[in-house]
Structures are given as structure tokens and as C-alpha cells.
């Protein structure tokens, strides 16, 4: 039984459109929130992380928005490019215990 | 960058044969993964560990065993290697404590068994 459902599957967008993915869960008690950015060939590195206290959070171009009560969070990439097709993976953890990670995203920005 | 690494980073072999995919990491983590990735994507833990002589079966079923005798290094083995097998493998580590601790992969091991 998947903890954290992740959506789309995959998804493309034109340079410069705004991909968002979708996360929902159930486990109120997870505690922190990372994104996860894999380019072929290569394994999963950290992109950006939240915490259920915020609503938001920004780095660069990739922001988090973060609904508690909805229990959903959501990854929005402004002005996408062609360099960030990758695959995208939404996770949750519950203080040190161990890393649920959604299904992934495969997004392909067009040039 | 992260100090994760993985050899081979590709393997192909035949059925039957014995494999050792190694995974190093330099950072002192003591906790550290083993996951299968399918072309599909998803990633599936099948084998963790939280320090020496630690070692869990994940939440998928492998028929690959793993072993923890150094805080540094984890390598995962299948015994007789089948087609079915064949996968992306990626180790991963994190220092136990703050849930903020960034999990770290290494690059993963592409393995094909013919």
C-alpha cells in the first residue's frame, strides 16, 4: 500500500510553461517533505524540502506549496526548460524513521 | 555532490551466476539503503540497515541478501542471478537523527542477467 500517491505519471510542457505534480497522503505524522530530481542514468538527489509548519517554500525556480489540511503538497517549476526533463519524486518521513516515496513523475519540458 | 558510489555501474551476466554489487560511502551515514528501480520508476526498498551488523528486508521481497560489516560499506548479493532480476539497483545513505537529513543515492547499478 502506497503512503504517499503521486500524479501525473507523466506530463509534458513547452519551454517556459509551469509543470506542477501532486502529492497526496495520509499519515499525519509525517514530518518533512523532499522532492527528488533523477536524470537518466544517474540516481535521485535532493531538490528542495518542506516541513508541514510552512505553507510554502522557493528555491530558484522550484517551489513547494504545502496544504496541511489537505494533507496534499505540490511541486510548481517556473519558466521550465528542456534541462529539467527528469523524473520527479515526491517522499515523506516521519522524524528518523524511513523515506516513502511516491511513484515519480516523468516530465519532458519541449525546447 | 554526494560521496556514494556503486560498482559496477553496469552489468550484464548469465543465469545462474553469483553477483556482489558494492556500495561505499564516505560520509559516515549509518543508516543505508538498497532500492530497485524498474523502468517504471518507482522505487522499491528492499533491504536497509541502521548501523553494523544491522540489516533489514525491505518492503518489497528479493531474493538478494545483504551484509553490513563496516559502517562504510553495504554490498547486496544474489546468489544465482535470474532474468527476473535484471533492474536498476541504487544504494542510498543518511545520517540517522533530524528527519531534515538529506538521503543521499549513489548512481546506481543497471544489471541485465540474460
Redesign the interface.
Known amino acids: 500500500q502506497q503512503q504517499v500517491k503521486q500524479s501525473p505519471q507523466s506530463l509534458i510542457v513547452q519551454k517556459g510553461g509551469i509543470p506542477i505534480i501532486n502529492c497526496a497522503y495520509e499519515n499525519t505524522a509525517f514530518?518533512?517533505f523532499?522532492w527528488?530530481q533523477q536524470f537518466p542514468?544517474?540516481?535521485?538527489?535532493?531538490l528542495i524540502?518542506i516541513?508541514p509548519d510552512v505553507s510554502e517554500k522557493k528555491e530558484g525556480r522550484f517551489t513547494i506549496s504545502f496544504n496541511k489540511s489537505a494533507k496534499q503538497f505540490s511541486l510548481h517549476i517556473m519558466d521550465s526548460q528542456p534541462g529539467d526533463s527528469a523524473?520527479y519524486?515526491c517522499a515523506a518521513?516521519?522524524?528518523?524513521n524511513?523515506?516513502r516515496?511516491g511513484?515519480?513523475t516523468?516530465l519532458t519540458v519541449k525546447p | 555532490e554526494?560521496d556514494?558510489y556503486q560498482t559496477p555501474r553496469y552489468l550484464v551476466i548469465g543465469t545462474g551466476k553469483k553477483i556482489t554489487l558494492e556500495c561505499s560511502q564516505t560520509m559516515g551515514h549509518d543508516?543505508m539503503?538498497w532500492y530497485q528501480q524498474d523502468p517504471?520508476?518507482?522505487?522499491h526498498?528492499i533491504h536497509?540497515s541502521y548501523g553494523v551488523n544491522s540489516t533489514e528486508k525491505g518492503d518489497l521481497s528479493s531474493e538478494s541478501t545483504v551484509s553490513r560489516i563496516r559502517t562504510e560499506h553495504f554490498p547486496l548479493t544474489l546468489e544465482s542471478a535470474r532474468p527476473s532480476h535484471t533492474s536498476q539497483y541504487?544504494c542510498?545513505s543518511r545520517r540517522?537523527?533530524?528527519?531534515?537529513n538529506?538521503?543521499?543515492?549513489?548512481?546506481?547499478t543497471r544489471l541485465t542477467v540474460l
Open positions: 514530518d518533512y523532499p527528488y542514468g544517474k540516481g535521485p538527489a535532493l524540502a516541513r523524473t519524486f518521513r516521519i522524524g528518523n524511513d523515506m516515496f511513484a515519480g516523468r | 554526494a556514494i543508516k539503503y517504471g520508476m518507482e522505487l526498498l536497509y541504487l542510498a540517522s537523527g533530524d528527519a531534515g538529506e538521503q543521499f543515492f549513489g548512481p546506481g
